[in-house]
């Protein structure tokens, strides 16, 4: 089956710094998704990413998808603490025969703290 | 908005005990999902359906079961709970099955097997 390779695992990190963090997949995708959990809430979606190289910004967050079209980053610039959750990457990726799964993988997760 | 309403967020059980994990949806969403959350693993797909009485398996489906007889509400069964069960449990909804189509997640139920 598909991998996602998410990393960091974790983060802490002060107030105002800037955030970044990478997930790599086993096979291409062609749609990455980064969400976002706060605490004792579900994930929620914070950015789609569809095309090979390109780059989107939601606020403060900034996606990129990888020209490889199988890694994808996020970053989160002049951190606050509202920003303290778990980030996940996730896609469909595709089989070998290019068409999609048709269901989420999802990578392992990045733990971000922010101190005030 | 999307909502996605789990009705359980806490719950505790014994091993063997037989346990249902409801979820609801009120968008007319076709396909539904359950995941479950561990630490360092991220979410991975127990089942899906994507039609009433439709299920198919996901990657972890062992030890669990899933009933979809009305289009909004989807359930997770687990037959005889272990202590390798307990986790957070995450059900999601989506209107297309397509990967590019996004999931609406519920706040989650945490169980406990003891």
């Known amino acids: 089956g598909q991998q996602l390779n998410q990393s960091p695992q974790s983060m802490f990190i002060q107030e105002g710094e800037d955030v970044s963090m990478n997930c790599t997949s086993s096979?291409?995708?062609?749609?990455w998704l980064w969400y976002k959990q706060d605490p004792g809430e579900g994930p929620v979606l914070l950015i789609a990413?569809?095309?090979?190289?390109e780059l989107t910004s939601n606020g403060r967050l900034t996606a990129q998808f990888g020209i490889t079209r199988k890694d994808s980053f996020l970053n989160i610039s002049a951190s606050i603490p509202s920003d303290v959750g778990i980030y996940f990457c996730a896609g469909p990726g595709l089989n070998a025969g290019g068409t999609s799964y048709g269901k989420l993988t999802f990578g392992q997760g990045t733990i971000l703290t922010v101190h005030p | 908005d999307v909502k996605v309403t789990q009705s359980s967020r806490y719950l505790v059980k014994r091993t063997g005990e037989k346990v249902f994990l409801e979820c609801v949806q009120d968008m007319d969403h076709e396909n539904m999902f359950w995941y479950r959350q561990d630490p360092g693993l991220g979410l991975r797909l127990i089942y899906f359906s994507y039609d009433v009485k439709m299920k198919e398996k996901g990657d972890i489906p062992e030890g669990y079961s899933v009933s979809r007889e009305k289009k909004e509400r989807f359930s997770l069964i687990l037959e005889s709970a272990s202590t390798n069960q307990t986790s957070m449990y995450l059900c999601?909804?989506?209107?297309?099955?397509?990967?590019?189509?996004?999931?609406?997640f519920g706040a989650g139920s945490r169980l406990t097997v003891l």
């Open positions: 990413l569809y095309k090979a190289g």
């Open positions: 999601a909804s989506a209107l297309g099955l397509s990967g590019a189509n996004v999931l609406t």
């Open positions: 096979s291409i995708f062609n749609t």
